[in-house]
Nanobody, 124 residues
């Protein structure tokens, strides 16, 4: 079974930056869309950013647009999330997700695979 493994989380002060990475356990693994979600304590999991495998077109939630950048390294089959100008409200567990086909990228039920998550904490 394919697993997604996130890394790069940590603690940072407001205004700082972090880079998250996600790598599948199987190198030949390939899906049509890869995305990042996050979940803060007591809140539902929410969409952050997505990228299409075919076009490399990114799509962002309004709350992170202009501050976060999603990218992928096709050769390494890795997914990245560069986070800049971090705010305390960005504090959450961040999850990598992957799905097949023409999915609704903001819908958690669209995805076939999920990682275990990595904690991001932004202090004020």
């Amino acid at each position: 079974q394919v697993q997604l493994v996130e890394s790069g989380g940590g603690m940072v002060q407001a205004g700082g930056s972090l880079r998250l990475s996600c790598v599948p356990s199987v190198q030949t693994f390939g899906t049509d869309v890869m995305s990042w979600f996050r979940q803060a304590p007591g809140k539902e999991r929410e969409f952050v950013a997505a990228i299409s495998r075919s076009s490399d077109s990114p799509y962002y939630a309004k709350s992170v647009s202009g501050r976060f950048s999603i990218g992928r390294d096709s050769a390494k089959n890795m997914l990245y999330l560069h986070m800049y100008s971090l705010k305390p409200e960005d504090t959450a567990v961040y999850y990598c997700a992957a799905g097949y086909g023409d999915i609704r990228v903001e819908d958690v039920d669209s995805y076939s695979y999920w990682g275990q998550g990595t904690q991001v904490t932004v202090s004020s």
